[in-house]
């Protein structure tokens, strides 16, 4: 395996790609701040819009391709295989709906044990110790 990456712009190998690491780390942060301020909504499929930073634009993305439509993937996305902010924003929204799926015992509410009452640290019977069901 060559460690390199393919994309529409040609290989980035490792070490190019260690140049872009505080690009990438931005981008994640703000596409975070994006996720928490409740700027993504899921359209159908892997489609998403996402709710720019300037009042009335919104940006499109493909999950499934990683793709955006805004400038910034235009600019670093294609060329240098850095996700945007708003790709960003989306895996982390895609990824929290992913987990809220899990389902928690009504019983012991997903600690898997009774820490009060007369069954004080003991398993719970419903879920058998998991918290799931």
């Not at 499934?64 to 993937?73: H, V």
Request: aromatic share 10%; hydrophobic share 35%.
């Amino acid at each position: 395996m060559d460690n390199t990456s393919v994309r529409a712009g040609g290989p980035v190998g490792v070490a190019d790609r260690a140049a872009f690491w505080p690009a990438i780390r931005e981008r994640a942060t703000r596409g975070l701040l994006a996720y928490n301020a409740g700027c993504v909504l899921r359209l159908a499929g892997d489609a998403w819009i996402v709710r720019g930073t300037d009042p009335g634009t919104t940006y499109r993305v493909d999950l499934d391709a990683e793709t955006c439509d805004c400038p910034d993937f235009a600019y670093f996305g294609e060329d240098r295989d850095v996700a945007c902010k708003h790709v960003f924003a989306v895996a982390i929204a895609h990824a929290s709906r992913r987990a809220r799926r899990t389902r928690t015992c009504r019983e012991c509410g997903g600690y898997g044990r009774f820490l009060w009452g007369a069954q004080d640290h003991g398993e719970c019977g419903a879920c058998r110790g998991t918290g799931r069901f």
